[in-house]
């Protein structure tokens, strides 16, 4: 095991380089332009596998590519999967950023880019571990796939039936996956919970065109100021769900968790200067780390409407739409959700109004028991690396495909993030810690020998 130390430590400038190649491609999904750069971050990443020794292929899809990179498979040894994602979110705005994103800079701790923490990086360096063991000539106590898909930041359309049609190939004790956070360098953590995700957009059409708001206004009513009341009716001014029946499977969280909760670290001071708010938010009677974690929300992430150029234009916008997700909490169901929503937002669209509503992706929700071998093999090697004690964690984010490992392969998934709450994911100046980065290492190295030990 030394050596797989040794060659991790030694190298580690080259794995960086290597990861601001990987960072070079602009592999945005969710942007129709990017195509071409998907399809060549895909092959740069085939060929690193290959490089690094893994039996690799790109396995197409009907959208992205996915890339299968597995160790030789032996009789009788334990298989784990680590899945990750090449694909980014969109950069924008650009201007935010303080170098160009996709040209990954190191300063100080940091390495910047889009994708360096979600989830190049972190994935990365599940690879590095496994090439340390392979490059060195020590035996792998299990066998490891590495799964890594070009749509998560999309909603992961094709991956389950790429899980379907690969059941049999992809069969294994336990997936492994770090595209998620920690609470800081000192308190490296198992997360044993995901919020899940329902998305829809909402459009409403008023008038045929754009009409002269002093000629008509008064008499027409505004889709916009329409689809403001709308949305307004959905929450209330704490950040309470008001659609009906929207609470109905929401599962309370024990006393034993909101105790549990309560000892992470947390300092409401230093969160509100993080996001940058004049003041914290949120639903009565929980604390912001309940909040954001464990109890479900709702969001506009976009609005659109009428004129957004220079000056004024007096007009009433034919039309206004609205791009809303939901964070789903343990049982609520996405699709019931979506139900819910889209009966709700009939019943109060006025008359005037021609509502158009569109369901969008969605995943359900995760929860695992932190208290089995394998997640107690994980917390032992995030001691190792970290030198600190574990915490359990629940996060707010969406990794919708977990729920599907779940239901295909028959397995649970240790989440073991990697990305520190500074790092700015889906914002302009994405970083990964360095420390992280090599904690991460020795973490992915030591894991597979502690899952290795394991009785089946
Ligand atoms: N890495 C994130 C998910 C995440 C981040 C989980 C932090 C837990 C903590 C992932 O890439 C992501 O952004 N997922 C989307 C999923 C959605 C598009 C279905 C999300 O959560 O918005
Ligand atoms: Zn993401």
């Not at 912001?288 to 957004?308: H, M």
Request: hydrophobic residues 35%; charged residues 25%.
């Amino acid at each position: 095991m030394q050596a797989v130390f040794d060659y991790l430590r030694n190298n580690d400038t080259a794995f960086l380089e290597q990861l601001r190649d990987y960072l070079r491609f602009p592999s945005v999904s969710a942007q129709p332009q990017h195509k071409a750069d998907m399809r060549a971050c895909a092959d740069w990443a085939v060929s690193h596998c290959r490089l690094i020794g893994l039996q690799t292929r790109l396995c197409p899809t009907p959208g992205n590519p996915v890339i299968l990179a597995g160790t030789p498979r032996r009789q009788g040894r334990p298989h784990y999967l680590v899945y990750g994602h090449y694909d980014v979110q969109p950069p924008d705005p650009l201007d935010l950023w303080k170098t160009p994103p996709f040209e990954a800079r190191i300063e100080g701790d940091n390495l910047i880019a889009r994708g360096s923490c979600d989830n190049k990086g972190q994935h990365f360096v599940h690879l590095k571990a496994v090439e340390a063991y392979l490059k060195t000539g020590t035996e792998l106590p299990v066998d490891i796939t590495f799964l890594i898909e070009g749509e998560e930041e999309v909603g992961s359309d094709h991956l389950v039936d790429f899980l379907k049609e690969h059941r049999q190939e992809l069969a294994c004790d336990g997936i492994v996956i770090s595209d998620n956070g920690i609470p800081s360098l000192k308190h490296p953590a198992l997360t044993y919970s995901l919020r899940g995700v329902a998305a829809m957009e909402v459009k409403l059409t008023g008038p045929s065109r754009d009409l002269h708001s002093g000629l008509f206004g008064g008499s027409v009513d505004n889709p916009a100021m329409a689809l403001c009341q709308m949305l307004g009716s959905l929450r209330d001014r704490r950040g309470r769900i008001t659609i009906p029946g929207f609470y109905d499977d929401v599962v309370k969280l024990s006393a034993y968790e909101r105790r549990q909760l309560a000892k992470l670290p947390f300092s409401e001071g230093q969160y509100r200067k993080l996001l940058g708010v004049k003041a914290l938010f949120g639903e009565q009677s929980y604390t912001a780390i309940e909040q954001r974690s464990a109890r479900p929300t709702c969001e506009i992430n976009g609005l659109t409407s009428g004129y957004q150029g220079a000056g004024s234009k007096t007009i009433i916008p034919s039309w206004a739409s609205a791009k809303l997700t939901f964070r789903l909490v343990p049982d609520m169901k996405p699709k019931k959700i979506q139900q819910l929503v889209a009966r709700h937002l009939k019943e109060v669209c006025p008359p005037t109004m021609r509502i158009e509503l569109e369901v969008g992706h969605s995943g359900e929700p995760y929860l695992m028991s932190p208290t089995g071998p394998q997640a107690q093999a994980a917390l032992r090697a995030l001691k190792g690396a970290f030198g600190q004690e574990s915490l359990l964690l629940r996060e707010g984010g969406s990794i919708p495909i977990v729920n599907d490992f779940r239901k295909i392969l028959g397995v649970d998934t240790l989440l073991l993030g990697l990305s520190l709450p500074d790092d700015n994911p889906h914002s302009p100046n994405e970083k990964f810690s360095l420390t992280c980065f090599r904690r991460g290492m020795a973490m992915s190295a030591k894991l597979w020998e502690e899952l290795g030990a394991l009785d089946r």
